[in-house]
């Protein structure tokens, strides 16, 4: 008998005498990683002003440096998910980890602006972009890893829980990294990165195993039964909710690239105020995907908490839209037109960012655990491009009507995803559901 390609299919000696209690630790390296990478991901933009003064770039050059390594984890997600699915969540976190840490190393030898000398932006550019292709391996394998390691009865919380390293990541890069980067600099700064991925590689060696050969077997029977033979790449299901997935997502980068900006330009808030509202948005976006992972668990009710949260954004936004265009230029004038701008902002961003554990988890079950990677990859690859598009396209909007119009495309970016995160079963699921009723009856 012939074993499958798959990594699901094998087990590593040591996995064989670990006891189920051990998913937690597996959970905690997946956490680990994902936030590490977070921290440089989303942490190194918060440097932008003192990188432009460090490295002497405009505008427009900055926001290209920037770019490059977001393009680097677009490009890079599904290869990584692929190899996740033939080689196994350790190998691939190692690897990836591994060689994330050696690039931040290399800038910072390299790529780092220090008295009398300014590197060249080549090197920036490349070593950002470096990052991002090799830091991109986190997503898939630790999702994967969730996948192979929980039932169905826990898979949402677990799942929910791996999201939540993204914006804790990303908060704890707003705090540090500025900090680091204007009183020690930029060599240090690439150092702390390289050392915190560096220690998430050392928790996923100790941590990261395949489960038992009969575990994970029982785990792809329950949760790979509506996965087809032919993979995920071939599957329309799987690509109507990777499409979803990246669609929604566009609200919420607006929130978080220029909800700033909206507060401050026509809200005309203050510093703490505007602080206080995007920290809201992301300790709230935590709590609530802890809440919704465990919730959609016990009811199994995904597909509609998916729907509600979609129908919830759709309805919010457009209140923001028609908010913005009641107070025209004069949002200044009414503080109570400021505190409803802030405040419906706030549950916007809170909203269109609780759904993401649910619909990992919707996506992976569909796909299988066996051939989980490759499926949060392509969702990664959907999410990133994304991350691209809605910041280049929020100008243009701004310049043809105004914040009405940017808040009414985004509440249409979630009324086109409504439908395609809860796809409807294909004609053969539909036929063989009705054989079996009807053999019942």
Same mark, same amino acid.
């Given at each position: 008998m012939t074993r499958s390609p798959t990594s699901s299919s094998r087990s590593s000696p040591a996995s064989t005498a670990l006891s189920p209690r051990h998913r937690w630790k597996v959970l905690a390296a997946g956490v680990a990683a994902n936030a590490a990478f977070s921290v440089a991901f989303s942490g190194i933009p918060m440097t932008a002003v003192l990188m432009r003064t460090g490295y002497q770039l405009d505008n427009a050059t900055l926001g290209l440096v920037l770019g490059l390594m977001g393009l680097g984890i677009a490009v890079s997600e599904l290869p990584w998910g692929l190899l996740t699915d033939r080689w196994g969540d350790r190998p691939v976190l190692l690897m990836g980890l591994g060689s994330t840490a050696v690039a931040l190393v290399a800038m910072a030898l390299w790529a780092a602006p220090a008295a009398g000398h300014i590197p060249g932006l080549g090197w920036l550019g490349a070593g950002l972009l470096l990052v991002g292709l090799l830091g991109g391996s986190v997503n898939g394998a630790s999702g994967r890893a969730v996948m192979t390691w929980f039932d169905a009865s826990e898979r949402g919380l677990a799942m929910s829980i791996r999201q939540t390293a993204v914006p804790l990541g990303g908060g704890i890069g707003a705090l540090v990294l500025p900090f680091v980067a204007l009183h020690f600099g930029f060599a240090t700064l690439y150092g702390l990165l390289a050392l915190l991925c560096a220690l998430s590689a050392?928790?996923?060696?100790?941590?990261? &195993?395949?489960?038992a050969i009969a575990p994970v077997a029982s785990h792809a029977k329950a949760a790979g039964a509506m996965a087809p033979e032919s993979g995920p790449l071939r599957d329309p299901r799987v690509w109507r909710i990777v499409a979803g997935i990246g669609i929604l997502c566009a609200p919420q980068f607006a929130v978080l690239?220029?909800?700033?900006?909206?507060?401050?330009?026509?809200? &005309?808030?203050?510093?703490a105020a505007i602080t206080a509202t995007m920290v809201s948005v992301q300790v709230g976006a935590m709590v609530m995907r802890v809440w919704s992972g465990r919730w959609t668990d016990r009811r199994r009710n995904r597909p509609a908490y998916l729907r509600a949260c979609s129908a919830l954004s759709v309805l919010l936004f457009a209140g923001l839209a028609v908010l913005a265009m009641a107070a025209g230029a004069h949002a200044a004038d009414s503080l109570a037109l400021r505190v409803a701008l802030v405040a419906l902002l706030g549950a916007s961003g809170v909203c269109v960012s609780a759904w993401h554990g649910v619909a990992y988890t919707e996506l992976a079950t569909l796909a299988g655990a066996a051939r989980a990677g490759t499926a949060l990859g392509m969702a990664n690859t959907s999410v990133f491009l994304v991350c691209f598009i809605t910041p280049f396209s929020i100008p243009h909007l701004l310049a043809l009507q105004g914040w009405p119009l940017v808040w009414l495309a985004a509440s249409a970016c979630a009324l086109v995803a409504m439908p395609l995160l809860v796809p409807r079963p294909v004609v053969s699921d539909q036929k063989l559901a009705k054989t079996a009723l009807s053999r019942s009856t």
């Open positions: 050392a928790m996923s060696w100790a941590w990261v &195993h395949e489960p690239s220029f909800g700033t900006v909206f507060l401050h330009d026509f809200g &005309h808030a203050g510093l």
